[in-house]
């Protein structure tokens, strides 16, 4: 069972929760899944990822730059702040990946849901 459900719709399993200044939870995503886009307000976020393959799309605050990045275990993704973005798990395997978040993640507030993202409709 998961500790939380993410406001994109993953599933959260704390791993790291009193540190003061950054936090580290593992991120689950089902197979065929893909999340709801969001941004963050005030957190940047490193993902290293564990097992399975996806993409991760993200688009600059101003929307002139997008991305996507093709991953699979050992990949690293950075999501900086008041980025769009979007992820999913397109392969046998759930996607999973250890997320460091810093500072460390404010409360239920911090995400903010987007019109649209660059990975087509959500499923989670």
């Known amino acids: 069972m998961p500790d939380a459900l993410a406001p994109d719709g993953s599933e959260i399993h704390f791993r790291v929760v009193d540190a003061a200044r950054a936090s ?47 991953v699979s275990e050992r990949s690293t993704v950075t999501i900086p702040t008041s980025w769009d973005f979007q992820f999913r798990s397109d392969g046998p395997d759930s996607l999973r990946f250890l997320c ?25």
């Open 24 to 70: 580290l939870v593992e991120v689950i995503l089902a197979p065929g899944r893909t999340s709801r886009p969001v941004r963050h307000r005030t957190v940047e976020e490193i993902w290293y990822f564990l097992a399975g393959s996806g993409e991760v799309w993200l688009r600059s605050p101003d929307g002139a730059n997008t991305k996507i990045h093709r």
């Open 100 to 124: 460091f978040t810093t500072p460390a993640w404010p409360g239920a507030g911090e995400a903010i849901s987007v019109a649209e993202g660059g990975l087509g409709k959500a499923n989670v």
